[in-house]
């Protein structure tokens, strides 16, 4: 059935579930997976939940670069502990449902494994529904978990 999975994680309690149950799908179907985390490019001005922050291109860079980072060495121990075969990506774009749809492609995935959702708060508010624009646009087939 399906033999490579994209599972693009942010870190959020919903994705790391989500991480938990693609890797259990993955092992039960003998699929491999990439987990993915989309990095925001740099802006102008970052909101975060209660402050604004402006820092340098090269610290937003170091953040986001440390952030991907912990969230995929996340995702690949779960895969790890239960013997799958796992690769990991990051990209930088500003609108992640695209990088998550170049990624599928680029790593030749025959399934999209996402969360219904992710960041709350005033960033979900800024961002919209990712997981809504990646069932939109991709031509790969996409079962959205919850």
């Known amino acids: 059935m399906f033999k490579h999975l994209l599972v693009p994680t ?6 790391q579930s989500t ?18 985390y989309a ?3 740099f802006p102008m001005i970052s909101y975060t939940e ?25 995702a690949k121990g779960v895969a790890d502990e239960l013997h799958v075969d796992c690769d990991v990506d990051t990209a930088v774009d500003d609108f992640p ?6 990624a599928a492609g ?13 960041r709350g708060g005033f ?7 990712e997981t809504q624009k990646v ?5 790969v087939p996409v079962l959205v978990y919850r």
């Open 10 to 15: 942010d870190g959020s309690e919903l994705s």
């Open 19 to 36: 991480v938990r149950r693609a890797v259990s799908f993955a092992k039960e179907t003998g699929a491999k997976i990439t987990f993915f």
């Open 39 to 41: 990095q925001p490019d």
């Open 50 to 74: 209660a402050i604004v922050v402006n820092p340098t291109p090269d610290e937003f860079l170091l953040s986001t670069q440390k952030e991907a980072q912990r969230v995929l060495d996340l």
């Open 97 to 102: 449902y695209r990088a998550i749809i170049a």
């Open 106 to 118: 680029l790593h030749q995935c025959d399934l999209i494994f996402m969360a219904s959702h992710g």
């Open 123 to 129: 960033m979900g508010l800024l961002l919209g529904s």
């Open 135 to 139: 069932l939109t646009h991709s031509s």
